[in-house]
């Protein structure tokens, strides 16, 4: 009897704790607007202040798509809409590895079998590294690869993964996180390998569809022809519509396009723990495993293609996505039910000094969900941009005061004793600098032509400096000649 009386009494309690979750979720909810109204004032205001042309956010509360707004036009000047298309940079990376994690789950792949389980072929410069390297390792960036491979002119993942056999890894595998995206290249050759079927094709089928992702793609013209926002680079803070083309070779780390309408069904897929509308897409147990961070790094730890860190408080699971043109993140709060998509067309090929406008704007919005005051939206883009480009004028004038010196000198000759001493000492160092610029794209692994694409204000200044560069080091050879060293 007493165990019935306590059995009922727990049902009640539970039954009446349930509604009060029930009327705290109605009470929250009916809050959104309001929030989001101000959500939508933040987001218009630091896109304008940072003069981004274009950008997708969504808002995702548990199993559905709660807000969306879109800022700015596509490629055919319409409207962006939710299904608009961006590319996701190393967002990307998330979705490669939900692809492992399928073939994990289906018994295909092990985590911690070495990579040459499944890529007899796979080498490094060192041959104890490339024998121990391991797919849990790749996952979480503690391989020891480096960031930046030389490209050359590679077009296939095989290409890449052929290529780090030159490459020698920074670190022993294992011993720490160092993010580096050849670590996902290698994971989407794997998943090549592994299903038989090209990486393109396998997330087509295997992720884009069950989960009702109609506007991604891993083919830039069909993204084009479906809606595509057109990417912009920024030259002295001012966006300008970018040239780049698409990364066919680097889609698993990369080069994937999706829309925030689409990336809203992924995040409610791994808050509602793998389940969709349709049944159940990932295990709870791989959910869990896909977002628990494995390898600590500066502020967070790195788990399976995302993230995790605290946002707002509390936990948070995110990653961001940064190519010359295009730049977002995304953001779970899995204990709150909430997601957030950001996606924007405008980056640059050189390292941004601030902290980019999509990857703050959805922690902001993050945050605010949880309870967090909503920041005043300040920036300081356009101040920075100004201070950048006063100091590429500067540069250059004091490089042309240099010139005019040279070149007054060489009309008038100087017999100071030492002259010729200082014009050869001067020329060395003018010829060292001049070699400096024509290989700085290379040691940020870049090519000149990225650099010219994604970076035009930076390649036409160094064009401009190592032009005035040149000129003064003939001038310096003439004041040379005139003082006799060449007869």
């Known amino acids: 009897m007493l165990k019935r009386v306590g059995l009922a009494t727990l049902a009640l309690a539970s039954l009446a704790s349930s509604r009060s979750m029930d009327a705290q979720v109605s009470q929250d909810s009916a809050t959104w607007p309001s929030q989001f109204a101000e959500i939508d004032r933040y987001a218009e205001a630091l896109l304008r202040a940072d003069r981004v042309p274009g950008a997708s956010i969504a808002i995702v509360h548990r199993d559905r798509l709660v807000h969306l707004r879109n800022f700015g ?45 499944y890529l007899p072929g796979f080498r490094v410069a060192s041959a104890d590294s490339g024998a121990t390297i391991t797919v849990r390792q790749l996952l979480l960036h503690t391989s020891g690869l480096p960031h930046a491979v030389a490209r050359g002119s590679r077009r296939t993942l095989a290409d890449h993964v052929e290529a780090l056999r030159t490459v020698a890894p920074l670190r022993e595998p294992g011993s720490a996180h160092a993010y580096a995206s050849p670590n996902y290249l290698v994971l989407g050759r794997i998943v090549e390998a592994v299903s038989g079927q090209p990486f393109g094709q396998y997330v087509e089928q295997n992720i884009f569809g069950p989960l009702g992702m ?36 680097r889609l698993p780390t990369a080069g994937l396009m999706s829309s925030a309408e689409d990336l809203s069904r992924f995040l409610a897929m791994f808050l509602q723990q793998g389940r969709t509308g349709s049944g159940q897409f990932l ?43 295009f730049r977002g993140k995304m953001v779970m709060l899995p204990d709150a039910g909430w997601g957030v998509v950001v996606l924007t067309n405008a980056s640059s090929a050189i390292p941004w000094p601030l902290t980019p406008t999509s990857h703050r704007l959805a922690d902001d919005i993050a945050a605010r969900l949880v309870g967090q005051p909503m920041p005043r939206a300040e920036s300081r883009h356009q101040l920075v941009f100004a201070l950048i480009s006063a100091g590429m004028g500067i540069l250059l004038l004091m490089q042309l005061r240099t010139l005019v010196r040279e070149l007054r000198l060489a009309r008038q000759p100087s017999h100071e004793s030492g002259a010729t001493r200082r014009a050869w000492r001067a020329i060395v160092v003018d010829v060292v600098f001049l070699i400096g610029i024509t290989l700085l794209p290379g040691f940020v692994g870049l090519r000149w032509e990225d650099l010219f694409s994604g970076g035009p204000d930076l390649a036409w200044w160094l064009v401009a400096m190592g032009s005035l560069g040149a000129m003064t080091v003939v001038g310096r050879l003439v004041q040379l000649k005139r003082l006799g060293v060449f007869g």
């Open 283 to 325: 295990r709870p147990e791989t959910v869990r495993h896909i977002q628990t961070g494995g390898a600590p790094s500066d502020g967070f730890s790195y788990a399976f293609g995302w993230r995790e860190g605290r946002i707002g408080g509390i936990r948070a699971v995110h990653h961001g996505g940064i190519v010359p043109d």
């Open 73 to 117: 036009v596509d490629q055919q000047e319409r409207a962006i809409t939710g299904s608009t298309s961006f590319v996701l940079g190393s967002m990307s990376k998330s979705i490669t590895a939900v692809a492992v994690m399928q073939l994990v789950e289906r018994g295909k792949v092990v985590l911690d079998a070495p990579v040459r389980t």
């Open 214 to 249: 109609r506007s991604s793609f891993t083919v830039r013209a069909q993204a084009i022809s479906s809606g595509f926002a057109s990417g912009h680079v920024y030259a002295f803070g001012f966006p300008i519509t970018s040239t780049l083309g698409g990364e066919p070779d």
